[in-house]
C-alpha cells in the first residue's frame, strides 16, 4: 500500500498543524473545511456565502488530491442551526444535481464552531492509485 500524503490548497490552512485532507492509496479523507475565503482570509459572512465556500474548498481538496467531486462517496455536515439548510442543500444539488449519484451525508449540530456556521469534511475514493 502507498504511503499516507497529506493534501493542501493554497491558502486555507488550519490553526493546527494539520492537511486539508490525507491520501492513501485511492482514499482521501478531509479534516474539517470552513467558510473562511482563502484569499482574503476572512469568514464570510451569512450561511450562503460561508456554505458556498465550504463546497468550494471541497472541490479545491478533492482535485489537490487528483480526484473529482465524482470520488466522494460521503460528506457530513454541521451546522450551526438547522434552520440554514435550504442554503446547504442549494449548494448540494449544485454540486451533485444529479439524484442517482450523490454522496451519502450526514448533518449534525454545530456546537462550537466560533464564527462560522457550517463546517463540512468528506471521504472520496479515487479511480486510479497514488503514484
Known sequence: MAGRKAIHIDGFTHTNPIPNAARIGQVVVSGALM??????????????????LVFRHMRDVIEAAGGTTDDIIKVNV?????????????????????EATRPARQTSPLADGGP?????DFMAILETPAR
Do not use: C, K, V
Request: charged share 30%.
Open 35 to 52: 467558510g473562511r475565503d482563502s484569499r482574503t482570509g476572512r469568514i464570510a459572512d451569512g450561511i450562503e456565502a460561508q456554505a458556498a
Open 116 to 120: 462560522f456556521l457550517i463546517h463540512l
Open 78 to 98: 454541521a451546522l450551526r442551526d438547522y434552520a440554514n439548510r435550504d442554503a446547504l442543500n442549494a449548494e448540494w444539488t449544485r454540486m451533485f444535481p444529479d
